[in-house]
T-cell receptor
Framework: ETGVTQSPTHLIKTRGQQVTLRCSSQ?????VSWYQQALGQGPQFIFQ???????GRGNFPPRFSGLQFPNYSSELNVNALELDDSALYLC????????????FGSGTQLSVL | GENVEQHPSTLSVQEGDSAVIKCTYS??????FPWYKQELGKGPQLIIDIRSNVGEKKDQRIAVTLNKTAKHFSLHITETQPEDSAVYFC?????????????FGTGTRLTVIP
């Protein structure tokens, strides 16, 4: 069974740039969620995708957007990066019948300078 | 929205002793309460979960208890080992339609001293 994989593991960007983070869900999982984890904090919900559509969104501005592909993999895009966007971005997959039971990848550490 | 509070923020125990981490939640509609372990450089790993129709669940050295009336739940680790050292997060979800997203506590850094 393949777990959740994310790429890249680390990324450095400058303020105002755009970034795309990628995620492959665990085998058999059809739902993908993205979370932002600031240093020393718990993860915060960004959004969730199911059947290639956004299925719910947390308190994040529209410059955070996503995609889900037919193979259930997903992308997180962030436009107009701000310094406060520096964080660990976590992707989690789950089954539609148990959307809240999340299995996380190791994350992408994004630094915005 | 849901608000999850977690205590303590740091916890040091001697190897072999027990560790207890406590969380409270605010939304009475929450019905799913997982616990995650996060090691350095890794994502959170689900270690145990409990639903609101159950008061206690145990898996080897780990147990979780839930008090719906008081809106609090706890993680108990017995016979702690150095490899239990990590940051532990509690979370809550209200279920229903939509994303069923998790609301996380701020974490507890557990150190097991050999």
């Amino acid at each position: 069974e393949t777990g959740v994989t994310q790429s890249p593991t680390h990324l450095i960007k400058t303020r105002g740039q755009q970034v795309t983070l990628r995620c492959s869900s665990q085998s058999g999982h059809n739902t993908v969620s993205w979370y932002q984890q600031a240093l020393g904090q718990g993860p915060q919900f960004i959004f969730q995708y199911y059947r290639e559509e956004e299925n719910g969104r947390g308190n994040f501005p529209p410059r955070f957007s996503g995609l889900q592909f037919p193979n259930y993999s997903s992308e997180l895009n962030v436009n107009a990066l701000e310094l406060d966007d520096s964080a660990l971005y976590l992707c989690a997959s789950s089954l539609q019948g148990a959307r809240e039971k999340l299995f996380f990848g190791s994350g992408t550490q994004l630094s915005v300078l | 929205g849901e608000n999850v509070e977690q205590h303590p923020s740091t916890l040091s125990v001697q190897e072999g002793d027990s560790a207890v981490i406590k969380c409270t939640y605010s939304d009475s509609a929450s019905n799913y309460f997982p616990w995650y372990k996060q090691e350095l450089g890794k994502g959170p790993q689900l270690i145990i979960d409990i639903r609101s129709n159950v008061g206690e669940k145990k898996d080897q050295r780990i147990a979780v208890t839930l008090n719906k009336t008081a809106k609090h739940f706890s993680l108990h680790i017995t016979e702690t080992q150095p490899e239990d050292s990590a940051v532990y997060f509690c979370a809550a979800s209200s279920g229903g339609t939509g994303a069923n997203n998790l609301f996380f506590g701020t974490g507890t850094r557990l150190t097991v001293i050999p």
